[in-house]
Each structure stands twice: as structure tokens, then as C-alpha cells.
């Protein structure tokens, strides 16, 4: 099962909607004789791969499968028709498909043709893999992580707004490989407008994660590196109630770069954006927003992990830029509890992960 | 060498005006016969300690030293003389003593007597052990060190004022201890005002630091714990220009208290007061203070070490108190580098501690 996990984790960031899978098969003695992962939607399942790679010494062997086979036609066949074709006799399972449209059905399936099912082996580490992808079916909406750099002093700007760069060399890569793991960048209009930022892997990820504004006035401004597609595809979305000045600017700006992507929401808040985004398959989004949509993502709940890179260096200024806007305490005891990890030095900074308690 | 840099250690946070410094003797055959180390000013250096616990089994010895020996009259006599009388032949120096009345004088005194001085052991250690007591011989001003805790997006404070606590019990336990290491504790009025601090080390450093409160306005609260010296002894430092009303208010408080200390400085600035605090034989200082102090305390060159204590919290809120007011910088290349050093945890919380490069 550890084999497995380590081949599921190779699909890491381009398998959404699906989830990550990893599977090995073992022949009648024992012998591993095949491995796969799913590497991307639509590409074959973990354990077509495997058994494939088996062939016939998969007759009465074993699979070793980290999800839990699936029993529906989707953009490839069901899976648990490839395991009893191929003869598999036992199938170890690591975790159930929380996906309604398999829920145990796999298993049963498997069961009702005479395999043996062992189940819940690594289970917690299966569900740790798959956070993202059991976040988005369980809540409606794909995982959140927040991210900013900040000076010591709690700054992410000077006061007269310069914040390129507070965070080294290291850092910067890692916000890059951090970016490639999920499905989509968000920022807000004052971002765009304020930083003009690139927002990419850094050809990390293929495909490119897709880089969303959510803005509330579309004040955006005319040129911007976020409105050339052909780095990675952007989406600008935006409520209900956006002014008439805005969608005609925004108007201008797709008219000028056609691949741009608009969006209408119901209203103009993370919530609505994620639910949106949830539904076009992305299980994981980074938030790399200023102070105010960061402080609403919190408190709507839309953020599970914080990552927070820290500079040595103090910028100062009362009137600088901090990483968040209100969040309506008014007393140090409602404070919701966060599980910290541990730091890690990145170059000279030093970044601090903080995971929302469940 | 090493045995004697410990024993110094031991007088930690007790000495000052003087230095920590630590001596061993040993036999003309190389055996250990006695140690001391200068627990507080006006009892014996560590020199003499260590000869008298030797008594005449120092004769033809040789004597290991953190600090070149004094060779002028002090509160105790010269320990050169101390020395000489005790039929030393060999005397091992980390350092010279950088005090103008010494520098050099006391090794001298011993070479011309005909005894083997060898200096420059583990000097660069014996320097880090005094610092401070280097740093005020040099610049006439104690070593400054800034603490402040803070909330992982950079708050000291929600946006109505509450910061108690936002550190957790042993990152409390380890301020106290810093306290315990420095001679004076420095707040302004404005923390007075909102905090109400007790400021003192617990009982670790007998006796207490001297807490100091420097006002610009003398706008101080009638009752305060600084207000009790039974605790601790507290200095309230001001500038020429201090307006009448507040010298009313000050008078008020003193009457009511009147062993208080006051102090009126040619400026209401960190730099006078260090300055003042250095004459008073203060080596080492801690700057617990609120942002607009701090970031005077910084221009003006007074803070060399900085204690950030990060909390896994958010408190948010663009109205919240931050570490830092202005330090009047427009581009990030005019920072000024800081060497970071390791975090530690404290419980819970994150210690991340900058020293000013030099």
C-alpha cells in the first residue's frame, strides 16, 4: 500500500476532477508485476494501468489499490470490470470512493463476484492524498489554501505599496511548486492592480492552473500580464450586482483578448466563487489575495490551510499593507484554534503552515 | 578556557555595570585548585575568588581568565596585585578589557613582573559572552534588544485594543527569563495606558530589572502596576519640552508614590535615554514597547537584537495594532539586513530572533 500512495502521488495537480490513485498488483506467489497511477481525467484509471501492465500473471493475484475500485461508466469503463476480468482473487482497499456515484459500490460489486475485500489499510494516509478531492465532495467545495509573504513586522507592503520582493530566490520557487499542486490561483481586483502578477507554475503544472480575479467593481486595469491566455488560462469573475462602468470595461478588456474567460456569480463571494469553481472540477485552490478577500475567505470558512512565508526583515509604517482585513474578533478567546506545523526555513525566510481544526 | 566562560555565565544578568567574568587556577602541575566568577559589583572579581579558593597551591600555577585582570582601584582593589602576591607564573586571557582605565593596563602590569601573559583564548566567545558590557564601553549605550508577540498576520492587538494574552504560558515564561537577563525594561505611555504591564522577571533576576517608562506627554494613568516599586524599581524618563500638565500630572503620581524615580532627559528620544541608562550602569536593555517606540528605537540604531514571538492565531483587522510604526523607507533595497537565527518553538508559539549585522 505504501508503493501505492507513492505512485498516487505522482499524479499530484493534474488529475482534478479526479482524485489521486495509485495501484500495484501482485501475482498468485506474491511478485509485484504491475504498478500505475491515474495521471490525468480521462487517461486510464490506476488499476486499469497496473493490471494491463500485469497482463495474465494477474490471474488469481492481488490488488493493492489506495481508492476504492470504480462501478460507473464515467470517461473511461468502471474498473471493477477490468479486476474480475483480469482474475484478480483479492482486492486490498485503502479507503472508500466518498464520490455518491460509487459510496461502497466498487466493493460490493467486487464482493458479490467472489473477491475477497480487505479494506482500510492506511486508510488515514489515503484520505491525507486525497484531502482535496474528498474536501470538494463532501463540503461542494474544493479545498482553499491562503498564502502570503509578509515582513517580520507583518507587512506585505511598504506603505507606498512596494512589495516586489519581500520573500527570496527559495521562497518564490516554492510559491511556484505550491501553485502547481492545485487547480486554480485567486486574487482579487486590487492585486491585478496593485502587484500586475504572473500567477503561474512556472511551467510546473500542464495545464497551467487556472488564474481567477474575483472582483466586486471590475476596476480593472486595461493591460495586465494576467489577460495573456497564452501563459495559462485567467478568469474573471464577478457578482451580480457589478456596476455598469465595470462590465463595460471588462467588456473592452475580453474584446481585446478574446480567450479570457468571464463569469457571473450570484453574488460576488468566495463562497459563490468556490461553489462555481467546484463545479467546473478544480478540488484545490490557492488564495494569493490582498488583505480584504483573504480576511472573507476565512471567515467563510473557505480557507482549510495557511501558509505564511516570513521575511527577515522589517519594513515598518502604519499605514503598510498587512495580510488580513477584518475578521470581527472582539475578544482573544473567540479565536478559532489552528494546528500549527512545523517551520520550515526557505532560503533566509521562514515559512509557517497552520492547518484549520476540524 | 571553557570552564571559565561558564563560570562567568553564572553571574548573568547580576554584574552590571560590570562584565561577566569567569577564572580558573590551576597548580604548577597542572591540577585544579580554584574558580570564581564576579557574581555582582562590589563583591570580589572572579580573579581574586579563584586565588583565594587556591590559596598556596597557586604558587608557580597558572591562571585561566575570561577578561584581561584590572590593574586599577575600583570598588575592590586591583586584581593584578592579587595576582602578583599570589606567586603566579602563567596568566591566560580571552580578551582585553575594553574599559578605558584598563585596555591593556593590567596585562602590562603583569608582563613587567615578569609573569607569562598568553592572550587571545577563545576571545571571540568571551566578546559574545559581554556583549553588552562590550557594546556600552564602545558606544556609551546599552546592547538593546526589541520583544514583541504577535498573531501570525502581524497584529499585537485586536482592533479594539485586547492583547491579553496572545502569546501562550511558555512564551511568557521565556520573556521573563529575557527580562531576567537585561538591566532595564523600556515601555512608553502608550503601553502604560493599555496594557497596564507588571514587566518584572518573576523573581528570576534579584534585583528586578529597573522599569522605565519614557513619555512624551507624561499623559500617565494615576494607578498602574509600574506605579508599585515594592515590585520592582521604576524610572519615568521625559523630554525638556514634557508640556506643564503632564509635569502636574507626574508630580501627582510621584506624591502618591514617592519612591518612584524620575529622570528629565535634554530629549524625549531612545538615543538620550540610552544614554542616561548607560551612566547609570545599565549594560543590557529590553524594549517591550509599543509600535511607535519601537520604530524609533530601530532608526536611531538602539535595538541590535530583536525576539519576534509569533502566535498560531489570526486576529486580523486593518485597525489592529502592528509591531512596527514608521521606519521611513520607500524601495525594499534600503533595508537594512538583519542575520536571522533558528526558530524555536515555545509551546505553541514561534521564536524567530534577528540580529543587527554589523
Redesign the interface.
Known amino acids: 500500500m505504501r508503493r501505492a500512495l507513492n505512485l498516487a502521488e505522482l499524479g499530484r495537480g493534474r488529475t482534478s476532477p479526479n482524485p489521486l490513485v495509485g495501484a500495484v498488483v501482485l501475482d498468485a506467489a506474491g511478485v509485484l508485476v504491475g504498478e500505475g497511477f491515474h495521471a490525468r481525467a480521462g487517461e486510464a484509471h490506476a488499476e486499469v494501468g497496473a493490471l494491463r501492465q500485469a497482463g495474465e500473471r494477474a490471474q488469481g493475484g492481488t490488488l493493492v489499490v489506495t481508492l476504492e475500485p470504480c462501478c460507473h461508466q464515467g470517461l473511461t469503463p468502471p474498473c471493477t470490470g477490468a479486476v474480475l476480468a483480469a482474475g484478480i482473487n483479492r482486492v486490498v482497499v485503502a479507503m472508500a470512493d466518498p464520490n455518491p456515484l460509487v459510496a461502497g459500490g466498487g466493493i460490493a460489486r467486487l464482493r458479490a463476484a467472489g473477491v475477497e475485500v480487505i479494506t482500510g489499510v492506511a486508510e488515514a494516509e489515503a484520505r491525507t492524498l486525497n484531502r482535496a478531492f474528498v474536501n470538494r465532495i463532501e463540503t461542494g467545495r474544493p479545498l482553499g489554501l491562503l498564502k502570503w509573504a509578509?515582513s517580520?513586522?507583518?507587512?506585505t507592503a511598504?506603505?507606498?505599496g512596494?512589495?516586489?520582493?519581500?520573500s527570496g530566490p527559495p521562497a518564490r520557487a516554492w510559491v511556484h511548486r505550491l501553485r502547481a499542486q492545485g487547480d486554480a490561483v485567486i486574487v482579487g481586483g486590487g492585486t491585478v492592480r496593485s502587484d500586475d502578477p504572473l500567477l503561474s507554475s512556472r511551467g510546473q503544472r500542464i495545464p497551467e492552473p487556472l488564474r481567477v480575479v474575483l472582483s466586486r467593481s471590475l476596476d480593472l486595469p486595461e493591460r495586465a500580464q494576467l489577460w495573456d491566455t497564452a501563459v495559462a488560462p485567467t478568469l474573471i469573475a464577478y457578482g451580480a450586482k457589478a456596476p455598469a462602468d465595470g462590465r463595460k470595461r471588462l467588456a473592452a478588456i475580453t474584446e481585446a483578448h478574446p480567450d479570457l474567460q468571464t463569469l457571473e456569480l450570484p453574488a460576488c463571494t468566495p463562497t459563490a466563487l468556490l461553489e462555481a469553481l467546484a463545479q467546473r472540477g478544480c478540488n484545490q485552490v490557492l488564495w494569493e489575495c490582498g488583505?480584504e478577500l483573504a480576511?472573507a475567505a476565512?471567515r467563510e470558512g473557505c480557507v482549510q490551510h495557511?501558509a505564511?512565508v516570513?521575511a527577515?526583515?522589517?519594513?515598518?509604517?502604519?499605514?503598510a499593507r498587512?495580510?488580513?482585513?477584518?475578521?470581527?474578533?472582539?475578544?482573544?478567546d473567540q479565536?478559532p484554534p489552528?494546528?500549527?506545523e512545523?517551520?520550515q526555513?526557505l532560503g533566509?525566510d521562514?515559512l509557517?503552515m497552520?492547518n484549520r481544526s476540524t
Do not use: E, H, V, Y
Open positions: 509578509m517580520l513586522d507583518g507587512r511598504l506603505p507606498n512596494a512589495s516586489q520582493w519581500i488583505p480576511a476565512i495557511l505564511a516570513i527577515p526583515k522589517l519594513l515598518g509604517g502604519t499605514a498587512t495580510p488580513l482585513g477584518d475578521l470581527g474578533f472582539t475578544a482573544l479565536l489552528w494546528q500549527a512545523s517551520p526555513r533566509a521562514l509557517w497552520l
